[in-house]
C-alpha cells in the first residue's frame, strides 16, 4: 500500500472508529455484571485504542495530523495530569487508577477520553467533518431517546420497562439528561449552520424528543440548567439589534411549534396525572425533600473529607472514603452509601483538592472563554460561539446536581475538540478537507504499525477483555441456579482471576451467592456448604488486605460471617469473633454509621456478649434517638446486664411515644415482662390490641400469662 493510499485508509479508519465511539450511549448486555456501565465503557474503550492505533499512523505519514498544543489543549492535559496525580497520591490509588465496576471512572477511562479529545481536534477539521459527526452524535441520542420512550410505553423486551423516571439504555435518569442537554445544543448549532432542509426538519424534531424525554427523567438539576440556559438565549436573541422583528417572530413561532408540540407528546404518552405526576416533582423542591437533603449532608461530609486533604484530595473514584469516615448521622436510613459527591464542585474538591478543582474550572473556564471570544470576533460567528459558552454554562449548572459519567464526558471532549479546532462549522457547510497529495514513495507507517500492533492487542486485552470475562463470569456464576459447591467455586473464581480491579464487587456478589447457599432448605450437601463458606471467607479476606481502608468491605465481611456462623464452625472458625474483630476495625472507618452498630449489636447478642452491646446500642441511640427497635434492644441489653432499673426506663419512655407499630409495642410488652414489670406488659398488649384486633387473642394470651 503506497503513501497516499495509506494514509487516506488510516484517517478514514481513525473517523470511522470515531463514529463507532460515539454509539457507546446504546450498548447494553445482562449478560454482563453492571450491564449499564460496563458494556458501554468496554465498548468505547476498544473503539478508542482501535482508532489511537490508526491515527498515530496516520500522524506519522503526515505531521499536519499531529497533535497542536494550543491552551486549550494544554488546559485538558493539565486536567488529565492531576487527576493522575492525585490518583498516585491517594487513599487508594488502584481504585483511582482502575476505577469500579458500578462506575468505571479511573485514570484509565480517563485517559481514554483526553485521547478522543486529541483525535477529533486533529482529523475533523473541515465543516463537513463536523457535520457529519455532530449529525452522528444527535443521532445516537435520537435513539436513546426512543428507547426511552419505549421504556415508557411499556415494552417489556426493553429494560426498566414502565419506569417512573426514564433511564434509557444509560440506567441513570439523571445521566440521561446530562447526556441530551449536549444533544440539545449539537441540535441548535447545526440548526445555525446547516441550510439542508430534511437534516434542519431531523434537528427539530431531535429538540423536541430529547426535551420531552428529559421531562421524563424528572431531572430537577437539569431541568433548571436548561431553563436557565433558555433565558440567558432569549435575552441575547430578542436584544440582538441586527436581528429583524419579521426574524424574531419567525424564530417564536418555531420555538413555540417545537413547545407545543413537547407539551402534547408528554401529555399523550404520560397522560394527565403521570403529566402532573412529573411536574409536580419539577416544582417541589424544597429543603425538607428527601434528595435535597441527602445533597446537602452529602456536601457536609465532602467538606470535611476536604479538610483533611485539602492539597490533592483522596484520589478519584475514592469518595466512597470519605462518605464513610464522615457520614452525617441525619442521612440514615435514607442514605448508607455514596461514591459520589451529586455535586461536581464537592466532588472535585474531595477527591482531586482545591489543585484539582483549580484545573477543572480553568478547563471549563478556558472552554467559555473561547466560546465567548468567538462570538465577538465576527457577527456572522455570534451564535455558534455563544451556543457554546451557554452550553458550558449549562453544563456546570446540571452538574451541581451530578457528576460526569461516560455520557458526559464524552461529548464534552467533543466541545472541547470542536472549540480547538477553531470552530469548523464556521466554514461553508460543502467545502472539501484541503487534500495534501504525498509523494508516493517509502511508507515508513508499515514498521509502526509492526511495533504498535502488539501494543494494542495487549492494550486490548488488559483493559478490556479481562474485565469483559471478568463481568461476564459473574453473572454466569449469579445465574448458575442450583450449582454445586465445587461449580460455584469455580465460577466466581473465573471471575475473580479475570478482574484486574473491583474484585472487591465480585465478592460481595459471591458472600450473597453462599448466604443463599447456605440457607437453602433444600440443599442437604453439608460438606459442600463447609467447603463454599470457607472459600468465600477466604475471599473476603483479601478484599480486607487490598482495600484496608473501604469501611464496605468489613461489613460485608462481618454479615456473611453472621450468616455462615454454622458452616463455618465445622472447620473450627468462630465467625461471630471473627466478625466483632472486623467491625472493630469498621469503627475506625465509619464511626458514625448506624448500620455499624446494628450489625455489630446483632453480633454481640450472637455471642451473649450483653456488655459489650451496651456501648454500641447507646452510641446507635445517640445517632438515632427516635429509632424504637434500637431503643428497645438497648432496653434488652440493660435487662441481661442486671440493670434492670434502666431497662424499664426506656420502656417507659417509648410508651409516652406516638406512632408505635405492632411489632414496636410486641417488643416493648416481651421487655416489660422479661423486667418482671407486669403493668407495663399489660398496658402494651392493651396497645396491640387496639392497633391490630386480629391479634387479639393472642395478646389476651399472654395477658393471662402474666397472672
Known sequence: MNRETAQHFYLSATKALIFIALFSPLVLSGIFYFPFIVTKTLFFQIAIECALFFYVLCAVLDEKYRPKF?????????????????????????????????????VVNLAHFVALFFMVKSVFVSGRDWLMLLRVFLGASVLVSLYGIGQKLGMEWFYHANIDRIDSTIGNAAFVAGYLIFALFFALLLLVKDANMPFRIFYIFSIALNLAVIYFTGTRGAALALLAGFFVLLALYLFKRDISIAAKKNTFIIVLGVAVAVFIATFFFAGKEGFLQ?????????????????????????????????????GPENYNLVFDKYYNPKLYPIENWFDHAHNIIFDVITTMGVIGLAAYLFLVGNLARRGFAHARQDPREYWIGTLIWVLVLVYFLQNLFVFDSLVTYLPLMLVLAFAGAGFPLSEVAAQKQ???????????????????LPVLVLTIYFVNVRPAFAAYYTVAALRGGAMSADEAITAFGKAIAYSNFGRHEIRGKLADATVDFLHNKDNSDEEGKKKLAVYTMREMEKSLKEAPLDFRNYLYFANFLSNAGEALAKSDIDAFKEADAALEKARELGPDKQILYIQWARIKF???????AVPLLEKLVALSPDIVDSNTKLAHAHAKTGARDKALAIYRALMEQNGLNVQNYIDIAIGFAEA???????????????????????????????K
Open 70 to 106: 494550543d491552551m486549550l489543549a494544554k488546559t485538558v492535559l493539565v486536567f488529565f495530569g492531576t487527576y493522575a496525580l492525585a490518583a498516585a497520591l491517594g487513599a487508594d490509588p488502584w481504585r483511582s487508577f482502575f476505577g469500579t465496576y458500578e462506575r468505571m471512572l479511573g
Open 278 to 314: 412529573y411536574f409536580k416533582r419539577f416544582t417541589s423542591v424544597s429543603l425538607d425533600d428527601a434528595t435535597v437533603k441527602t445533597r446537602i449532608f452529602s456536601a457536609q461530609s465532602s467538606w470535611r473529607g476536604f479538610l483533611e486533604r485539602p492539597m490533592l484530595g483522596w
Open 434 to 452: 484541503k487534500d495534501g497529495k504525498a509523494k508516493k514513495f517509502y511508507n515508513p507507517s508499515s514498521n509502526a504499525a509492526i511495533f504498535m
Open 606 to 612: 450472637a455471642l451473649s456478649d450483653y456488655a459489650g
Open 676 to 706: 418482671g414489670e407486669k403493668e407495663g406488659a399489660v398496658q402494651a398488649a392493651l396497645k396491640i390490641k387496639e392497633i391490630d384486633p386480629p391479634l387479639s387473642e393472642k395478646a389476651d394470651q399472654f395477658i393471662a400469662s402474666l
